[in-house]
């Protein structure tokens, strides 16, 4: 397709965006435009846009498809300013925002200007920020979802679509109210309990440096996104406020639950329940990404000495094969440690595991 595409907000995602838009569409013009200088400066030097617009007027006037990618409240403001520009008759505005319901609410201002404003949200991410982690194959699997209001004709959603095509994403469309509840459970909740499981450990840690260093694959796992922005995640939660708060009652019953289990020594209910969380988890869709997103972990039995970690990397390189991911499981305390090497695809891992296997006699499993 050809047009003009403004991308306001080049961080993690609007860089992303940018670039799947530009491998599917090589003839289209990316315009950008971020309030912090750095970014559109670095954006425009790794190539993920065209051209640095000087502000939203400079870059919105002429586009045909417009994509904000700003922290929600930003969003809204990032409305407001639009409905008061004239802009292209048949311009597509589309944001990428982790709340809706607020989001979709302002957009009646572009309503009423009879300008097309459709709600977005990919449903995949990092808890890393800034265009510097941007990646083209961020979104591929995952699920990219939609709210478009009642009067958005489907020609303009099959639009919408076709200029995101390059995100292999699987698009779905469903209402604000539906969106913000489901991403509450699934996405903005979890963040909450990951920040108060690293809040309680340091607490608990005090002056004890053993207890951070001791902090191995569980809590890794399951922090991981605490490390993601703190500005973005507290307007995320102002956002969803309600929904949050009716999770958060739902969570104090369940740990209460679990604490009863504990304190009658209740044996037979306490398996229950980790049965019952393990047999849901384990049936959650493994290829595709979204909430849980798909990891294509490789682990590798390694001895533990100096260099062992780039012997390793050295030869995937050889083998021009990409990871994403490398970490060291610091559970065992014998002289043997587990490598988890993350790759993007399945066949990756498998070209890895024959590489590893064909180098070195260390062992290797897709489990552990
Ligand atoms: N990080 C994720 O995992 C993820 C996933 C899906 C959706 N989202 C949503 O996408 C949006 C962007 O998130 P991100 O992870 O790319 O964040 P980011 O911090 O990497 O990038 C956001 C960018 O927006 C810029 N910005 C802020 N206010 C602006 C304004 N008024 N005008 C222009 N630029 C402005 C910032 O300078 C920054 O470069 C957020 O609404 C977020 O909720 C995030
Ligand atoms: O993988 C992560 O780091 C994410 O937190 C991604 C995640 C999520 O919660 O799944 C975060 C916020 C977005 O709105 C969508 C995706």
């Given at each position: 397709m050809k047009g003009r595409v403004f991308v306001i907000g080049l961080g993690l995602i609007g860089g992303s965006l940018a670039l799947c838009i530009k491998k599917e569409h090589p003839e289209a013009e990316i315009i950008g435009f971020d309030i912090n200088r750095e970014q559109a400066r670095l954006a425009k030097m790794l190539g993920v846009i065209d051209e640095i617009a000087e502000n939203i007027p400079d870059g919105a006037q002429e586009s045909d498809l417009i994509i904000i990618s700003a922290p929600v409240n930003d969003t809204k403001s990032i409305i407001q300013a639009l409905s008061k520009l004239t802009l292209k008759p048949d311009v597509l505005i589309t944001d990428t925002g982790s709340t809706k319901q607020k989001i979709v609410e302002m957009a009646t201002k572009l309503k009423e200007r009879g300008i097309t404003f459709i709600g977005g949200h990919p449903m995949a991410g990092s808890h890393k920020s800034g265009?510097?982690?941007?990646?083209?194959?961020?979104?591929?699997n995952a699920f990219y979802l939609l709210t478009p209001e009642d009067h958005i004709t489907s020609e303009k959603i099959e639009l919408l679509k076709a200029w995101l095509i390059g995100t292999k994403a699987k698009f779905l469309t469903i209402s604000p109210q539906e969106h913000d509840y489901l991403t509450g459970v699934i996405s903005h909740f979890p963040h909450i309990i990951a920040a108060s499981i690293v809040r309680q450990t340091e607490r608990l840690s005090g002056n004890e440096n053993i207890i951070p260093r001791l902090a191995a694959g569980g809590f890794r796992d399951i922090t991981?996104?605490?490390?993601?922005?703190p500005q973005m995640w507290k307007d995320i939660l102002m956002h969803n406020r309600e929904n949050l708060i009716k999770l958060l009652n739902q969570w104090q019953e369940e740990m209460n639950f679990v604490k009863e289990l504990l304190e009658e020594g209740n044996e037979k209910g306490i398996l229950e329940y980790f049965s019952q969380a393990k047999q849901f988890r384990d049936g959650l869709p493994t290829k595709e990404k979204g909430a849980i997103p798909a990891f294509y972990d490789l682990f590798v039995d390694i001895p533990?000495?100096?260099?062992v970690v780039s012997e390793i990397t050295g030869y995937l390189a050889m083998e021009k094969i990409s990871i994403t991911n490398i970490r060291i499981?610091?559970?065992?305390?014998?002289?043997h440690g587990v490598l988890v090497i993350s790759f993007q695809t399945d066949e990756d891992r498998q070209r890895a595991e024959k590489c590893i296997l064909t180098y070195t006699n260390y062992t290797t499993s897709i489990g552990y």
């Open positions: 265009v510097s982690a941007a990646k083209e194959i961020l979104f591929e991981r996104i605490a490390s993601s922005s533990d000495y100096p260099g499981l610091e559970t065992r305390e014998d002289i």
